[in-house]
């Protein structure tokens, strides 16, 4: 009797430490992506660990302000957000804190990462040119800074400048070529504009496939999305400087936050984030390539083609941010 007691008192104490160390853990997180990108994900963790996920979505800019707000009496515990500009932006406000992570650095290569181990990218985004298939060969096609030569006048369409999206890609400019030809670049390129600027890349790639303009410059994963509802429609991606520094490329990504309750936790579920099963799942619902290089991107996405990065780093998004909006404004960039 005394032996039964013993080995099923050992039975309850060994349930409850698996119960502590998997369904008592909650983590919290803040998120610019939208519910639909991100509850996925979330679920296929807490099925793996029994570590709960409570999560909050908003626009970048409401999240950082409720994170300062909130201060040291925060709940979040993790913040994920779109564009490396807005992780630099956490970061110099004292949002984030660093993080010791060998599993970090092996998976994630250092342009698509802080250099203070802050934050780290979970998903590469291209900014590239898009194309009307019945109006321009693809041999017409070269590069970014080509989208503003003589060829191309009254035929360009492009998003507002009032996107972080763009200010990121002129913010990269600036670090490649400097403000003087950077500004010359983007003058050149409102000079060719077919129209207005638009107010999503939707609404652009819409535009380029109906003839109201032959080129433009957007993220991929939109185009994704449309060529899911219509595989027919005439437009395709252009995969652009590849004989030189390569594609831009952003990130969505993620940081542990400087109050985190759980960090150890909030560690946790960012390490497995960019591992190679979490990576398929995190890229592919958006349509978006993975960070981790061992991960093949989604079949519709590897569909495009392949292409080599810009490895100019993604902080630079954020550091000249300021200055490519002002340039974007002296330009006549609406």
Not at 54 to 78: S, V
Not at 144 to 171: F, H, I, M
Not at 215 to 238: D, H, M, T
Request: hydrophobic fraction near 45%; glycine fraction near 8%; charge should be positive.
């Amino acid at each position: 009797m005394i032996r039964a007691v013993h080995i099923l008192l050992l039975t309850v104490t060994s349930l409850l430490a698996a119960a502590s160390a998997f369904g008592g853990e909650e983590i919290v997180v803040y998120s610019a992506r939208g519910e639909q990108l991100i509850k996925p994900i979330f679920d296929a963790y807490t099925k793996e660990t029994g570590v709960k996920i409570t999560f909050a979505t908003d626009k970048e800019g409401a999240l950082l302000q409720r994170l300062k707000a909130e201060g040291a009496n925060t709940p979040a515990d993790m913040l994920i957000t779109v564009d490396a500009g807005n992780l630099w932006q956490a970061e110099r406000e004292g949002l984030l804190r660093p993080i010791a992570s060998a599993t970090l650095r092996a998976n994630i290569p250092a342009h698509l990462r802080d250099r203070e181990n802050q934050w780290f990218g979970l998903s590469v985004r291209a900014r590239t040119i898009v194309y009307n298939t019945q109006r321009v060969r693809p041999g017409e096609l070269n590069t970014y800074e080509d989208l503003g030569g003589p060829k191309w006048k009254g035929r360009l369409c492009l998003r507002t400048s009032k996107k972080v999206y763009n200010q990121s890609l002129v913010a990269m400019m600036i670090a490649e070529h400097g403000a003087a030809e950077a500004e010359r670049i983007v003058r050149a390129w409102v000079g060719n504009l077919a129209t207005d600027v638009f107010p999503d890349d939707t609404k652009l790639i819409e535009a380029v496939a109906a003839g109201q303009c032959d080129v433009g410059i957007v993220n991929s994963y939109y185009y994704g999305r449309l060529i899911e509802k219509n595989p027919a429609l005439p437009a395709r991606l252009f995969w652009a400087n590849q004989k030189n520094k390569g594609v831009h490329v952003n990130i969505s990504g993620a940081g542990v936050t400087r109050y985190a309750r759980h960090p150890e936790a909030a560690l946790k579920l960012l390490e497995w984030l960019s591992s190679p099963k979490a990576q398929n799942l995190f890229a592919d619902v958006n349509l978006e390539f993975p960070v981790n290089p061992r991960v093949p991107p989604h079949p519709s996405v590897a569909a495009w083609g392949d292409f080599k990065q810009n490895l100019i780093h993604v902080e630079n998004a954020g550091v000249l941010q300021a200055d490519a909006v002002k340039l974007m404004d002296r330009a006549g960039y609406k």
